[in-house]
């Protein structure tokens, strides 16, 4: 299993700012995942986060609008720039710890953003 | 692509009676594996079960079991003897087996256990 530790927690923003959460994972994992899930909604993967390489993102996800960082194997970040009401989501930063993989995502508590 | 579809929104249940969170999936992938998550008010996502698309028998953790339907394509997830703190929402997921791959949700059901 994993600890993930995420900050911050919520928070409430203005439009037009931006916001970076961090996500800290107790041990050392190849790959970080990204959620966003907007009210009411299922989780949608935002981007995969490799150590020491560009961040791959989904369809919809743009690289100016949601930059990340992954600069070592327990700790990533992801920016939520220029913000919108529309952007108010709960942002959930996982992992797939070591062997034997079952692709099972350990989740952080997940960070909530309300834009105002 | 793959895709889950959970057709109930909301559940009730009694509590100590057994209920069934429905789940189908589609994937073009021979091996894979299927997830159920819960996740209470509070937000966080709780891993609850996995099963892998080639194990022979159903997963079971304490109170949850997994029906597996390969031919069906479906993966209900079946908790026993509810509890309050049961009452949440409950994602099914699937993923490609062996990990690393991105792992699609299903839309959820809200489960609420009556006392």
């Known amino acids: 299993s994993a600890v993930i530790s995420q900050k911050p927690s919520r928070d409430i923003c203005q439009r037009g700012t931006s916001l970076t959460i961090q996500c800290q994972v107790d041990?050392?994992?190849?790959?970080m995942f990204w959620y966003r899930q907007q009210p009411g909604q299922s989780l949608t993967l935002i981007a995969t986060a490799n150590q020491g390489s560009e961040a791959t993102y989904e369809s919809g996800f743009v690289i100016d609008k949601f930059p990340i960082s992954r600069p070592n194997l327990t700790f990533s970040t992801l920016t939520v720039s220029n913000m919108s009401p529309e952007d108010s989501s709960i942002y959930l930063c996982s992992v797939t710890p070591g062997p034997p993989d079952t692709g099972e995502l350990f989740f952080g508590e997940g960070s909530r953003l309300t834009v105002l | 692509a793959q895709k889950i579809t959970q057709t109930q929104p909301g559940m009730f249940v009694q509590e100590k009676e057994a209920v069934t969170l429905d789940c189908t999936y589609d994937t073009s992938d021979p091996s894979y594996g299927l997830f159920w998550y819960k996740q209470p008010s509070s937000g966080e996502m709780i891993f609850l079960i996995y099963?892998?698309?080639?194990?022979?028998q159903n997963a079971t953790e304490g109170r949850y079991s997994l029906n597996f339907q390969k031919a069906r394509k479906s993966a209900n997830l079946v908790i026993s003897a509810s509890q309050l703190g049961d009452s949440a929402m409950y994602f099914c997921a699937i993923g490609n087996s062996g990990g690393y791959q991105k792992v699609t949700f299903g839309t959820g059901t809200k489960l609420q256990v009556i006392p």
């Open positions: 041990s050392q994992v190849t790959m």
């Open positions: 099963q892998g698309s080639y194990d022979q």
